[in-house]
């Protein structure tokens, strides 16, 4: 794994993360600096709970356009203390629990969802409280790939989040 230095980091833990990412043409829009061969096919985001929640997720859809499968064996993000890959699995009495994965797999030529009630990255005790349109940085690290840094913005779930991305990004590289 690369290791990662977020500037801001001894600013305090307001500087973590930003309300807004400069440059970008919108506030609830996803930005990637993510390698060649790797795209966001939707937006990322985290899903806004109460202040009093400790624990939220993050989710977004990824395309791999290499001839490899890609998988992503960690996370990572500033505005968490600990971060953790998960999904959702039936247990043996038919009930859906979340568990913690040892990797997510976007197949070669293929797509992986990360969304709710199926895989995500967990953010688990929160630095601060997150607020609606702030974006929070996300590291998901690619064995024997290059790391994808993400700014994924606060969300309400059903708030537009995860929608497609079919428009003109003026120069950003996704």
Known sequence: ??????????????????????????????????????????????????????????????RNLTDADLHIIAA?????????????????????????????????????ELKPGGLHVMLIDMVEPLQQGQHVPITLYVEGFQDLHLHAPVQHAGSGAGHDHHHDHHGHSH
């Open 1 to 62: 794994m690369a290791a990662i230095a977020f500037v801001g980091c001894a600013m305090g833990s307001s500087a973590l993360f930003a309300h807004h990412v400069p440059g970008h043409h919108g506030s609830d829009i996803a930005e990637c600096d993510c390698p060649p061969g790797v795209e966001l096919a939707s937006d990322a985001w985290v899903r806004l709970l109460p202040p009093t929640q400790p624990n939220t997720a993050a989710y977004m859809t990824l």
């Open 76 to 112: 990572e993000s500033p505005a968490a203390r600990v971060t953790e890959l998960h999904d959702h699995v039936q247990d043996a009495e038919g009930v859906m629990r979340m568990r913690e994965v040892d990797a997510i797999v976007i197949p070669a030529h293929g797509k992986v």
